[in-house]
C-alpha cells in the first residue's frame, strides 16, 4: 500500500509499506494492505508506525494530532506537526519537555507541547 505522511511544511515520508500503526482518539489502529477505508483523528502527542515493503527499520514519527484516511491501499497522514524519529535532536527535544513542565504547573492533564515532545523522545528512541 502507498503511504504518505505530511505536514503543513511538506511530506515527510513517502514509499510503499506493508503496515501502518497509529493512534486515533478512538484507540489504536493497524492498517494492512485491503484494510476497509476509514478515517481517524490522530491523538495528540502520539507515535506513527510505518513498516516499509521489503523489509528495512520500522519508521516512527511523532505526531501533534491531525487526521489519517486509507481508501483503496492509500494511507494519508495529515499531522499538524511531526518529525521523523530519526531526526529528532534528543538533548534539544529534552530541553523543551523540562520548560514546559516547568510552565505547565499541576494541571489534571498534561499539555499538548508536553506531550508532542514526548512522543518525540519515543519516537527517537525507537528509531
Not at 2 to 19: C, I, K, T
Request: negative net charge; aromatic residues 4%; glycine residues 12%.
Amino acid at each position: 500500500m502507498q503511504v504518505e505522511l505530511v505536514q503543513p511544511e511538506g511530506e515527510l515520508w513517502s514509499g510503499n509499506a506493508e503496515m501502518v500503526i497509529a493512534r486515533t482518539l478512538d484507540g489504536e489502529i493497524g492498517l494492512l494492505t485491503n484494510h476497509a477505508p476509514v478515517i481517524g483523528i490522530l491523538a495528540e502527542g502520539s507515535m506513527v508506525q510505518i513498516r516499509p515493503d521489503g523489509g528495512g527499520a520500522d519508521i516512527f514519527a511523532a505526531v501533534s494530532g491531525g487526521f489519517l484516511s486509507m481508501c483503496d491501499n492509500r494511507v494519508s497522514i495529515l499531522a499538524r506537526q511531526a518529525e521523523l524519529g530519526t531526526d529528532v535532536d534528543t538533548p534539544n527535544v529534552e530541553s523543551f519537555l523540562a520548560e514546559a513542565l516547568r510552565d505547565a504547573g499541576a494541571g489534571p492533564e498534561e499539555p499538548p507541547d508536553v506531550r508532542y515532545y514526548r512522543a518525540l523522545l519515543r519516537a527517537a528512541e525507537q528509531s
